[in-house]
Every structure is written in structure tokens, then in C-alpha cells.
């Protein structure tokens, strides 16, 4: 358990009114405060020590409030008995044991006073302090190069408490223009730090941000609550992408980005979303330059759908580099966003296999758009999974560049190299679930 000290509190302030506050940060087993009807100052007892630290690195100095751990909490549970000897009713300073170091044990006190030399010896005593460490020395400038490199989790979780200087960096409003928490990798353990903890480091790093975040990176965890967070703090944001955030409504998404008139660049990988909601995002926000809404590619009695594609190329005029990998939509949505996006300049229709270019829409894509990636363009380059889903009686997923080509081409395959020609799905050896999927 860990206590919090609430300092500077004015006006006064209620025991429900602070665990309003306090309770997005952890578990809290109670709330002191103090009797006499003074109110300037509180005690707040988390149950895990982690979420005391949280707490206070969001609230220390928000309304000139002072929020630190309590002496008790900082140097153990106080007592009223001597350090030296155990007693009761007196302190150290006031013992008359003596430790010997010889015998590890206390020496009787001696009687009579002591020598002016041993008192004076005793009282100007003090501890030698420790040799700062080698990375203090080096400029400031090298040490914030340093430390973004270690990310938002890293610098929240242990950064910080390795030094006052690391630490007065970590809280500068500078280091957080840009929130990364995307592809998490090895730092994203859901058994060491669940969800609930990546959406309290977030919201510390908004928080620290002080409104200059500009870029916003999130996989996983997002959700309505948090979204809307962030866009009360963060104006001037520019850049939102956005990862299998499932528990996202596009509500909330239409809503939020219309507290981002700067927004530019809005990224939405695998979080569908309906047809309402990306024209209300569009109308919303009239300098977006970017706009990505990738899936899957499937082939295989995939139903078509250019409602998507419909609906940016009715609000979103603006666009130069649109992304639409793995994307349902035929011909007719592709029309719509060359007709509604005229100052497109790059277009990536990967894995969009109900396209057909080999006509006349295909040599208009070719003048109209300068960097256009077609349906089986290669996809090593791109950043996430490009498995394809096939949706057909093979039912299983390709890492192949284009699996699509092999309806398509004219070599002749024997018995052994044919890769249609069996039947997976009958296989005793392959387990299929109902999208498809080879386990």
C-alpha cells in the first residue's frame, strides 16, 4: 500500500470530490482527511504502489495542488520507538546505548557524561553522498535523442525514476508532441500490464503533453472513453492513426476529430467503420491530406461493397495519398473517388481484388494518379499482415505477393505442382473456423 499526500488544496475539497479524481488511477482503500474542519490538505491510500506513482505524476502541480507520496509511504510505516535500542519515550539522538561494531551488539550506557570531543564528533557526522552517474554529464540536447528512443511506455514506467535530470526531461511538454504507442511488440504484455494500464500511461502522457501533442499513435487498446480524453487536450494534433482499435464506435471517432481542425493524416487500420461515419469525418475535417482504411484482401465469394469508396470520394476532396488496401469495392467505387478526389496524387488499391483495370477506368487511373499500386502489385513493403483470406472451398490464408494471379495465368501445372488442385477443407490434418481461417 502507498499513501499520496494532497497539499495546497483550495478550496476546500470533499472525500468523494478527491476519490472522483484519483480513481481512474487504481484501487483506492481510503481517503483521511483532516478533523477540526481544516481542509487544505488530504491523504489518499492506493493499494498498489504503481498506481500511487501514476497519480501523482498527473496531478503534482495541476491547480498549484502538491501531490508526493507521504513520509510513510517514502520511508516505511512510522513508530514512536528508538532506532538505536528499540525503546519507547525517547529518540536515537537521545540514547545512551551504544552499538559496537565488534560484538554486533548495544553497550551499556556509560555512566557520567560524555567527552566534549565525542559529542562534537557524533553530531557533525554526515554521509557522504554518492558520485553522480555518467550519463548526467552528458548535454541535454543528446540525452532527449536518447530517451525518445525508448518510447512513451518506456519513459513512463522506468525512465523517469532514474535521475532528477531524466526525470525533469521526461516531464517536459516537448517530449510528448508525439504519442507512439503503436506496435507495441515485447513492451505489450497483457499479463505483466493489461489493458487498463496502457490507458493510464496514455493519459499521463496527454497530460504531461500540455496540449502540444501533434501526432497520436494507438493499437489495441483505444477505446471511446479514452478517444474522447484526448481530443479535449490535444487541439493541435495533425496526425491520428489508429490499429485494431475494436472498442472504438465511429460515433466517437466523427465526434473527436471535430476538435482537430489541424488534423492532416488519419490512419485506420483494420477498425471498420460505417459509411455515415467516414463522411462525417471527412466533412469534419477539411484539411485531411491522408487517409488510410485498410483490411483485409479476400477472394472467394467475398461480398463487393463500394459504400467506403463512395463515401470519400463525397467528402473528402481534398486528399493527395488515399489508402484503401484489402477494400471490397468494384469499379463503381473506384469512379467515385476519382471523380470526388481530383487532386489525388497517390493511390494504393492493393489487394482490392473486385477491381478490374484492364479497361478504360485502368488507363484513367494511370493519368490521373502519379504513384498508383494496383491489386497485385507485390506487398513487402507494407507494414501489417498482407496474408490473403480465401473465402472459396480451399478456405485457407496465402503469404504469397499476389495469390490472386494463379486463376489467371496460362502455365500448365502437373499433378504435383498444381497448388488448386486438391481439396484442403477435406483434409483430416486442416481445421478450418468460419471465415476461413487455417489452424
Not at 487504481?26 to 481517503?31: L, P
Not at 493499437?219 to 479535449?232: K, P, Q, W
Request: hydrophobic content about 35%; proline content about 5%.
Amino acid at each position: 500500500m502507498s499513501e499520496v499526500y494532497v497539499g495546497n488544496i483550495s478550496p476546500p475539497i470533499s472525500a468523494d470530490e478527491l476519490e472522483l479524481q484519483f480513481k481512474p488511477y487504481g484501487q483506492i482503500r481510503r481517503i483521511k482527511l483532516p478533523s477540526g474542519g481544516a481542509r487544505g490538505y488530504a491523504f489518499v491510500e492506493f493499494v498498489n504502489r504503481r498506481d500511487a506513482l501514476f497519480a501523482i505524476h498527473s496531478w503534482d502541480g495541476k491547480f498549484n495542488w502538491r501531490v508526493d507520496l507521504s513520509r510513510n509511504s517514502k520511508f516505511g510505516v512510522g513508530t514512536n520507538s528508538c532506532y538505536r535500542c528499540g525503546g519507547l519515550g525517547h529518540f536515537a539522538r537521545d540514547c545512551g546505548y551504544d552499538y559496537d561494531i565488534k560484538t554486533k551488539g548495544l553497550k551499556q550506557p556509560q555512566r557520567g557524561r560524555m567527552k566534549k570531543n565525542q559529542v562534537s564528533s557524533t553530531s557533525s557526522w554526515k554521509p557522504v553522498p554518492p558520485p553522480p552517474p555518467p550519463w548526467v554529464e552528458l548535454p541535454e540536447d543528446i540525452t532527449e535523442k536518447i530517451l525518445n528512443k525508448i518510447g512513451p511506455i518506456g519513459l513512463l514506467r522506468s525512465a523517469q525514476e532514474v535521475c532528477t535530470t531524466w526525470r525533469r526531461i521526461c516531464r517536459d511538454p516537448a517530449m510528448w508532441r508525439v504519442i507512439d504507442m503503436w506496435k507495441l511488440g515485447d513492451a505489450y504484455d497483457f499479463y505483466e500490464f493489461p489493458f487498463d494500464g496502457y490507458d493510464v500511461l496514455c493519459r499521463l502522457a496527454v497530460d504531461l503533453s500540455q496540449g502540444q501533442v501533434t501526432e497520436c499513435n494507438i493499437e489495441d487498446f483505444l477505446s471511446d472513453d479514452l478517444l474522447e480524453y484526448i481530443a479535449e487536450r490535444c487541439g493541435r494534433l495533425r496526425c491520428l492513426r489508429l490499429a485494431f482499435c475494436d472498442d472504438v464506435s465511429g460515433e466517437t471517432l466523427s465526434k473527436a476529430v471535430k476538435r482537430f481542425p489541424l488534423l492532416e493524416e488519419l490512419h485506420l487500420q483494420c477498425t471498420p467503420f460505417e459509411k455515415d461515419d467516414i463522411e462525417a469525418i471527412g466533412r469534419s475535417s477539411p484539411m485531411l491530406k491522408t487517409f488510410a482504411l485498410n483490411g483485409r484482401g479476400c477472394i472467394g465469394g467475398v461480398l463487393k461493397s463500394s459504400e467506403e469508396a463512395l463515401a470519400v470520394g463525397k467528402s473528402m476532396p481534398e486528399l493527395r495519398h488515399l489508402q484503401l488496401f484489402g477494400n471490397r469495392m468494384t469499379n463503381e467505387g473506384l469512379e467515385a473517388i476519382l471523380n470526388g478526389c481530383p487532386k489525388l496524387e497517390s493511390l494504393d488499391l492493393r489487394q482490392c481484388f473486385n477491381l478490374d483495370l484492364q479497361g478504360e477506368l485502368g488507363k484513367r487511373c494511370i493519368r490521373q494518379i502519379k504513384n498508383l499500386r494496383r491489386p497485385n502489385d507485390s506487398t513487402r513493403d507494407y507494414e501489417w499482415d498482407a496474408k490473403v483470406a480465401d473465402w472459396g472451398p480451399y478456405g485457407y490464408f496465402s503469404d504469397l505477393d499476389s495469390y490472386y494471379d494463379y486463376d489467371y495465368d496460362d502455365i500448365d501445372y502437373d499433378d504435383f505442382c498444381d497448388p488448386l488442385q486438391f481439396d484442403a477443407a477435406s483434409d483430416d490434418s486442416f481445421i478450418f473456423d468460419d471465415y476461413g481461417t487455417l489452424y
